[in-house]
């Protein structure tokens, strides 16, 4: 599960709404749930993060929580 789907288990937040209220398939929201190797674009996150009442800044830090620089 990728850290979207964490975030949506954690929330209970009903995909089918969000793929309603964003036209992003649930098909397509399920990949991004649940596939790391899935990209997810700045516009899907935007929109979901509208469709769920949250501030995309701080969605886009939870998303992104494990991604870091590489070292040196």
Sequence with gaps: ???LGLYFAKK???RSDVSRKTGISKTRLSELANNPNTQLRVRELYLIALAI???PGFLFRQ???NIELPKE
């Design 1 to 3: 599960m990728t850290e």
């Design 12 to 14: 209970s937040i009903n």
């Design 53 to 55: 009442d949250e501030e």
């Design 63 to 65: 998303v992104c929580k």
